[in-house]
């Protein structure tokens, strides 16, 4: 293990402390390997799948996996599937069995911080599966609140924006101007500071670097 993992490997374990005390059940893995092997072990066969725009689950192998596994997954990024199609995985995502999906950023007090365009993804962390699986790699990792904003929209935002193939002005910044395109992918933000129904969010923290 080289000195940046074992440095890491405390701060997630300190991080898994600051999630347990906010009701969220948490992992710490060493490699992506173990990662996706941890989620898989959290999901019932045959059961209902929603999932988020997640590049930490792609990753790490899982998207893959529920692709080819036992599972009925709602899954909105399948090949040749329409925007009408696209949209209805979505809404059936927010109501499956389980939904998994990364986050933008944890905080070092066990917060979850995300930002969405539409916020198919938010409404299923608030309420409706009946356990949703997060995987988070080492580099979400932020010191509050504030910083994990400030990272969503100045390093995850302009990122994905390019990844989208969008317009936006942070992508030819490379910083948020808090604009008013109309492809515009920050528009909904939902900070997670505890989980009231026990057992129901398990996050799975990865001491590797993980999506954007």
Do not use: W
């Amino acid at each position: 293990m080289t000195e940046r993992d074992t440095y890491y490997l405390t701060k997630l374990r300190n991080v898994k402390k600051a999630l347990a005390r906010n009701g969220i059940d948490a992992y710490v893995v060493k490699t992506s390997a173990e990662a996706r092997k941890k989620a898989l072990s959290l999901l019932r066969k045959g059961a209902t799948v929603g999932i988020g725009g997640s590049r930490s689950a792609e990753e790490i192998g899982l998207l893959d996996a529920l692709r080819r596994g036992n599972y009925n997954l709602f899954d909105q990024y399948a090949d040749r599937l329409s925007e009408k199609d696209s949209l209805t995985a979505r809404k059936q995502g927010t109501h499956a069995d389980y939904f998994v999906s990364g986050t933008n950023a944890v905080t070092e007090t066990g917060k979850l911080v995300n930002i969405d365009g539409l916020g198919n993804r938010l409404a299923a962390f608030c309420f409706g599966p009946e356990k949703v699986i997060i995987v988070v790699g080492r580099n979400k990792i932020v010191s509050d609140v504030e910083a994990a904003i400030d990272r969503v929209r100045n390093v995850a935002a302009p990122i994905n924006a390019i990844r989208f193939g969008l317009s936006t002005p942070c992508v030819k910044t490379g910083r948020c101007t808090d604009c008013n395109s109309p492809q515009r992918i920050c528009n909904l933000t939902l900070i997670i500071e505890k989980q009231r129904t026990k057992g129901r969010m398990s996050v799975i923290l990865v001491n590797e670097d993980l999506g954007f």
